[in-house]
């Protein structure tokens, strides 16, 4: 799995960046084998004039289906990566068990002629 962290209207600090990749690899430990890349981008968006301005914007590309793309704004940027990466990990979980489920239907009954 590879990951991407950038920081848009704020320098990147090394806290941050290591918060955030290991959020990323807990919640998306169940499904990793399906994640081909990942991409977190942080910004603030109003800058010093405060208010809940921090947003987490994370892009989950899947091997074999569509991107999941999930983006959450804060006060607080360590809560606006806890929400992304959580919504981000539910829906990663649902599609890749829905995924399963459908191969598994579509799989041929075989009998054994014996």
């Not at 921090?54 to 929400?83: F, N, S």
């Amino acid at each position: 799995m590879q990951i991407d962290i950038q920081s848009r209207g704020f320098s990147l600090t090394d806290t941050l960046h290591s918060y955030a990749q290991r959020r990323l690899l807990f919640a998306m430990s169940y499904c990793s084998g399906h994640v081909n890349r990942v991409v977190i981008r942080l910004s603030d968006v109003n800058g010093p004039r405060g208010g809940a301005d921090k947003r987490c914007h994370v892009q989950i590309a899947l091997t074999g289906m569509p991107d999941v793309v999930v983006e959450d704004t804060e006060v607080d940027m360590y809560a606006a990566i806890d929400r992304a990466i959580d919504r981000a990990r539910r829906t990663v979980v649902r599609k890749v068990d829905r995924n399963f489920t459908l191969l598994r239907q579509r799989e041929p009954l075989v009998l054994d002629a014996e």
